[in-house]
């Protein structure tokens, strides 16, 4: 299901508080659209899996964190900037994961315009 970037906390909310549904993961690509953020999410005594769509503009991608909602949102967020450069708004733990001293401060290696990984 395709979203609206602002309407991803309330959907998610909705998905946890009313029916019953957890974070499972979230994986981002960089596309010709923009950055596309798939957030996956189930209900596991019902049998159900349901999967959020965002995408976000190629100039500031940018999305409110859902760390604070969804513990196990953290890792894969601070992931996602390190390797996409894409911004988790209120992420409440936003120090590199991956990166320490990997590659150069503001390269982002799984975006289509990345040419190499070099230390400076």
Same mark, same amino acid.
């Given at each position: 299901m395709s979203i609206v970037p602002k309407d991803l906390m309330n959907v998610s909310n909705f998905l946890y508080s009313y029916l019953n549904f957890r974070? /499972? /993961? &979230?994986? &981002?690509?960089h596309t010709r659209r923009g950055f596309e953020?798939?957030?996956h999410f189930s209900n596991d005594p019902a049998g159900l899996v349901l999967n959020l769509h965002v995408l976000l503009? !190629? +100039?500031k991608p940018e999305i409110e964190s859902l760390a604070n909602t969804f !513990? +196990? &949102?953290n890792w894969i967020e601070r992931e996602m900037h390190e390797l996409f450069g894409i911004t988790f708004l209120n992420h409440p733990e936003p120090e590199p994961l991956l990166s320490e001293g990997n590659w150069a401060l503001g390269?982002?290696?799984y975006?289509?315009?990345a040419k190499e990984l070099k230390k400076e």
């Open positions: 974070f /499972i /993961i &979230a994986s &981002a690509m953020i798939y957030y503009p !190629e +100039g !513990e +196990g &949102a390269v982002y290696p975006r289509k315009d």
